[in-house]
């Protein structure tokens, strides 16, 4: 069965910009968020560089995508990212 398209990075935005608000409305700073895909990584990105990101986010990401490593650069301090991988 085909995949569905992934949401566009300014659904992602929205979505992390209301879960930030309510994370700094109740004093956390950092968390953790498991799972996230390319486009959750372009949305945290996209918030860091317009200085919007205001929680620090570590993340779990499958290792394979080659970007990795430009992406943690980017985000030096507010987004960590821990690899994993799919055994199929």
Not at 8 to 26: G, H, N, T
């Amino acid at each position: 069965m085909p995949r569905a398209p992934e949401p566009k990075a300014e659904l992602y935005e929205k979505a992390i910009r209301a879960a930030q608000a309510k994370l700094v409305s109740v004093g956390i700073t950092a968390t953790k968020d498991p799972g996230v895909s390319e486009g959750e990584i372009k949305a945290y990105r996209n918030l860091r560089m317009a200085k919007e990101l205001q929680v620090r986010i570590n993340t779990l990401y499958n290792i394979r995508n080659k970007r990795l490593k430009e992406m943690e650069t980017l985000m030096a301090g507010w987004l960590s990212i821990y690899g994993t991988t799919r055994s199929c």
